[in-house]
């Protein structure tokens, strides 16, 4: 995705795209996959895609409650019946796989799965080659089941699982600051040697009917469910001593949809559609938090540290309904106009009618032009929501400077792009576009706690605006590609989790614009791959001017960090082996080539709760056959 024009490096393999910090809504096989607690593990394993689609901009009628969209159409089986693999390389990365497929008669299926061992589970928080306590433990499953049983309709099953297990990475040198009666001058709790840990947990399983008269009506009904959890593990003593807090923190999300569309192709130049959403969600937190007792100004003040429980449940519900025509008016020009509404009831009652309208003007074989106009409901990331009973934390070292707490809301966007997409000869493709967002209530998270979760809240107004370029070549066995943007992202004002920010910080952010802490003014990215015989050879690099961070006695997010780039570089072979049924594969890749140094983060910036340092050079090879 770092590839995707418009796509930034975000904190722990987030993406920020087009100026925006909440993640894109996934889909897989055209279903809505609820959204999860993911943390830091990546949820959806690249083996099960055959396909994969980027969606952004002004989105017609069918597409919701994100901006931006990856629809994952996965295998549904593939020749030789299994195969497996195994990577291993730098940071003792252990990576074995294996995937199968079958068909019998109407049905077919597809399972995969895979256990990752390594050394660098997360972002490093210093520029060192070797992370301090970074390891990882993952595994990822995913099967799929479809039956056929005729011309006109199919079943699909469909679950996937991932389990994640990460140490938190720790700092050398750093001095503690908080006294604890009985461990004296700290001699033995180096902050080199904290224990923090974090345990995640992903599951999801849908199932679905297609059917089609066979002419003009095609239809899909799926019912989805996910289920998700992140548990933080602090070092209580060593987070005491260091940060003044230890919290052990539980979050869990049980998130159930119901998804319908139908399609209706009323003539050859146009189709109607139709749809309606379901989805159900209850959160779950918990936070059993150790502190020491403070003033009221928050500073320490003798006394054994005592634990505060907090802990709420949270049930949203969301429906949406859309229409939507496309009409082919010309057969140069085709408009795409709809209306959704969408509805949220959980800690507020919101709901929004929302005009879509999209055209494309065809000037030749050649040349295209989209211009389009949406208006977003997006409702906002309650499994991020956590306890925010904050008078339970008055008088102790975790009590914040500021006491208001409004609810997070849905945020509303005005989404104008456009755009211009040139075949200048039959090899190079140009394209060009640009976008402007007005929003109320923008959603954004940041990490304001002492653990690596994140927290969701609003800004009043914002203001995103952009523009990218692409160039994509293609002769023989050469294919290339180069992506640049620009983008800037500002808002003004704090709608609600206003606790967790600094007064002063808070009472700036109010009366003035201020850039977003994840606005990068520019990004580009750059690649090739060469096929010669049955030799691949492939070449990437993206380059990031950097994210906000605030200067010590600075106004928020009035600086950036250095600019920052990185190239990999990768060959891989597949022959047929005299002893094998299928084909054997070996794969060479080299991570950061060139071994920069560069910080993405410096721990500022709001929201910001930590440095984070790219991975240095790292080479990993892999062994595949099928079978």
């Keep these: 995705m770092l590839q995707a024009p418009g796509v930034a490096h975000g904190d722990y393999g987030a993406l920020y795209i087009r100026g925006e910090m909440i993640q894109p809504q996934y889909r897989i096989n055209g279903m809505i996959i609820p959204e999860g607690i993911s943390g830091f593990g990546q949820v959806f394993d690249l083996r099960i895609a055959r396909r994969v689609e980027f969606i952004t901009g002004a989105l017609p009628a069918q597409h919701n409650y994100r901006t931006n ?3 994952i159409e996965t295998k549904q089986s593939f020749e030789n019946g299994a195969k497996a693999s195994m990577t291993g390389g730098s940071y003792s990365t252990f990576n074995p796989a294996i995937e199968v497929s079958g068909a019998a008669d109407k049905l077919t299926y597809y399972a ?10 997360i972002l490093f928080p210093t520029p060192e080659r070797d992370p301090l306590h970074n390891d990882t433990r993952q595994t990822r499953g995913f099967a799929l089941v479809s039956f056929v049983p005729d011309p006109h309709s199919r079943w699909s099953l469909m679950a996937g699982a991932a ?12 001095s503690p600051t908080f006294p604890l009666d009985g461990v004296g001058n700290f001699p033995d709790l180096a902050s080199a040697d904290l224990d923090e840990r974090q345990r995640e947990s992903n599951r999801y399983a849908a199932v679905a009917y297609e059917g089609t008269d066979g002419s003009r009506v095609d239809y899909r009904v799926a019912l989805v469910s996910r289920h998700s959890s992140v548990h933080f593990t602090p070092d209580t003593i060593g987070d005491l001593i260091y940060r003044g807090i230890a919290s052990d923190v539980t979050r869990r999300n049980r998130a159930t949809g119901l998804q319908v569309d139908v399609s209706l192709a009323h003539s050859s130049a146009r189709t109607l559609r139709a749809g309606v959403a379901l989805n159900r969600q209850r959160t779950d937190s918990e936070n059993e938090s150790v502190a020491f007792p403070a003033d009221s100004d928050g500073a320490q003040i003798p006394g054994d540290p005592f634990t505060v429980s907090d802990a709420r449940s949270i049930i949203a519900r969301v429906t949406g309904i859309y229409v939507q025509d496309e009409w082919r008016a010309t057969s140069r020009l085709t408009l795409n106009a709809g209306l959704r509404f969408d509805h949220l009831k959980s800690l507020t009652r919101d709901g929004q009618l929302s005009p879509r309208l999209n055209a494309v003007f065809e000037f030749d074989e050649r040349t295209a032009l989209h211009v389009g106009y949406s208006r977003f409901f997006n409702p906002p990331r309650l499994e991020l929501i956590g306890p925010d009973t904050i008078s339970k934390f008055r008088n102790t070292t975790n009590q914040p400077k500021v006491q208001e707490s409004a609810p997070v809301v849905p945020e509303r966007v005005h989404y104008l792009d456009a755009g211009l997409k040139h075949r200048l000869t039959p090899k190079l493709t140009l394209g060009f576009d640009v976008y402007a967002k007005r929003g109320n209530n923008m959603a954004d998270f940041g990490q304001f706690g002492q653990a690596l979760v994140y927290s969701p809240f609003n800004w009043r107004k914002s203001r995103i605006h952009g523009v990218e370029f692409t160039a994509q070549y293609r002769n023989g066995g050469l294919s290339s590609y180069f992506n640049a943007s620009g983008s800037w992202a500002r808002a003004r004002g704090i709608s609600s989790g206003q606790y967790n920010f600094e007064s002063e910080e808070l009472d700036y952010i109010n009366g003035h614009w201020v850039y977003m802490d994840h606005d990068q003014r ?29 200067p010590d006695g600075a106004t928020p997010n009035s600086d950036h960090m250095p600019g920052y780039g990185r190239a990999n570089l990768g060959v891989a072979r597949e022959f047929q082996a005299a002893w094998l049924a299928g084909k054997l594969g070996v794969r060479l890749s080299v991570v950061n080539l060139f071994d920069k140094r560069y910080e993405t983060r410096d721990g500022t910036g709001v929201g910001v709760g930590a440095p984070q340092f790219g991975a240095r050079r790292s080479l990993y090879a892999t062994l595949s056959a099928s079978f």
Excluded: C, H, K
């Excluded at 389990?163 to 750093?174: K, T, W």
């Design 69 to 71: 969209i990856v629809d």
């Design 112 to 121: 995969t799965g895979s256990y990752l061992r390594a050394r660098n589970g």
């Design 163 to 174: 389990q994640a297990r990460f140490q938190i990475p720790n700092v050398r040198g750093e």
């Design 522 to 550: 520019l990004s580009s990215s750059v690649g090739l791959a060469y096929s010669w015989f049955d030799v691949v050879l492939s070449a990437d690099a993206f380059f990031g001017s950097g994210m906000r961070r605030t």
